[in-house]
């Protein structure tokens, strides 16, 4: 195998093996419109965009996140993002988020300034058609084989996976790793039932833990639904022991971290004075009485990091996200009580040979 590729090398500096143009829905609202504009461009691409609006911020920030991502990736040679104007991910936001990751050629459009649907269409078009225009006169370059990145997808999986496509793939990608290029999976169901092999693979025991974290949720969370039942409403009661193992695994991690923070700063970290508090006029010279520590550490420095421990701990709802879902020793509690952990010892004894003392 050669030890270079040659891909079209972007103003940021990374180096792609395709050369399209993105036509980027900042919403549901706007998918219909990208979808139109991409029918009309040769080697442009979309996607159906189905978040955007009436998104929680964390919600939102991934979306953007994702959004600015698609339009950073070196296969796209530049991006026309159309909006409708009043959603979520609002055009500004998609654009700086954008700008942050990249400085290709960048084209934008909201729906409601161009007075609707067809003429926004219309505008796009002409943009999308002069920017593949220019990508046409972009030459492949030769690239160290460190830059590739191969992204894998499933493609939807038969009988013959298993024997041909995915061994063939993931040898391709042995060989391309080994010299040094980088191979993504990115379906977690893709590896499910082979993690151990995975895992064994790990750069790190860290890493390899992590595989198996991410199964064991996973797995969790579908077992807990497909084994649950209906309600007479008609709605799925889950099932309560697979879904309090889910849980537990989710949110011992960051009562971990609480614990740890809490241990460090005391339980003041969720129950200091505000901002507004540490500097009023009255209640100020309080707070700087009582929150006082060692002598030679200023209150204010000490207050700061106890803000930087909460932040990092779980943001202002602190103790709410460490027993929103119920607290971990609750959950332990529900293990116990849905295990029928009696019987499992009788079949363990049975199973062992081991006879049952009976009480006298």
């Given at each position: 195998m050669a030890s270079e590729f040659w891909g079209y090398r972007r103003p940021d500096g990374r180096i792609g093996v395709r050369n399209k143009i993105l036509i980027l829905p900042a919403s549901v609202c706007a998918t219909d419109t990208a979808r139109i504009v991409a029918g009309q461009v040769e080697g442009a691409v979309t996607f159906h965009n189905q978040n955007g609006c009436s998104q929680v911020p964390s919600d939102m920030k991934l979306t953007l996140d994702t959004l600015a991502g698609m339009a950073a990736n070196p296969n796209i040679y530049?991006?026309?993002v159309i909006s409708l104007g009043?959603?979520?991910?609002?055009?500004?936001l998609v654009v700086e988020e954008i700008r942050k990751r990249t400085n290709k050629p960048l084209e934008q459009f909201v729906i409601q300034e161009n007075g609707g649907t067809i003429t926004t269409a219309e505008r796009a078009v002409r943009a999308a058609k002069r920017m593949a225009?220019?990508?046409?006169?972009?030459?492949?370059?030769?690239a160290p084989i460190s830059e590739l990145i191969v992204g894998t997808e499933c493609g939807g999986s038969d009988q013959t996976s298993g024997l041909a496509s995915n061994p063939l793939?993931?040898?391709?990608?042995?060989?391309?790793?080994?010299?040094g290029a980088t191979a993504v999976l990115s379906e977690t169901t893709e590896f499910i039932g082979a993690e151990h092999i995975l895992a064994r693979r790990?750069?790190?025991?860290e890493v390899s833990r992590r595989i198996y974290e991410i199964v064991h949720r996973y797995a969790c969370s579908l077992a807990c639904s497909a084994d649950g039942h209906k309600l007479p409403c008609g709605s799925c009661y889950v099932n309560p022991l697979l879904?309090?193992?889910?849980?537990?695994?989710?949110?011992r991690y960051i009562y971990e971290i609480a614990r740890l923070s809490h241990d460090i700063a005391g339980g003041i970290l969720a129950t200091m004075p505000s901002e507004k508090d540490f500097n009023d006029p009255t209640l100020g010279p309080l707070v700087q009485k009582y929150l006082k520590?060692?002598?030679?550490?200023?209150?204010?420095?000490?207050y700061r990091m106890l803000r930087l421990l909460e932040n990092m701990t779980g943001g202002t709802a602190l103790v709410e996200s460490m027993h929103g879902a119920g607290s971990p020793q609750a959950?332990?509690?529900?293990?116990?009580r849905q295990a029928n952990l009696e019987m499992k010892k009788k079949l363990a004894r049975r199973l062992a040979g081991v006879e049952e003392k009976k009480e006298s």
């Open positions: 530049g991006t026309v009043c959603e979520g991910c609002q055009m500004d225009q220019a990508a046409s006169m972009e030459q492949r370059v030769k793939i993931g040898n391709a990608c042995d060989r391309l790793v080994d010299m790990g750069r790190t025991p879904a309090n193992t889910s849980k537990q695994n989710v949110t520590g060692v002598d030679g550490v200023p209150v204010e420095d000490r959950q332990r509690v529900m293990l116990t």
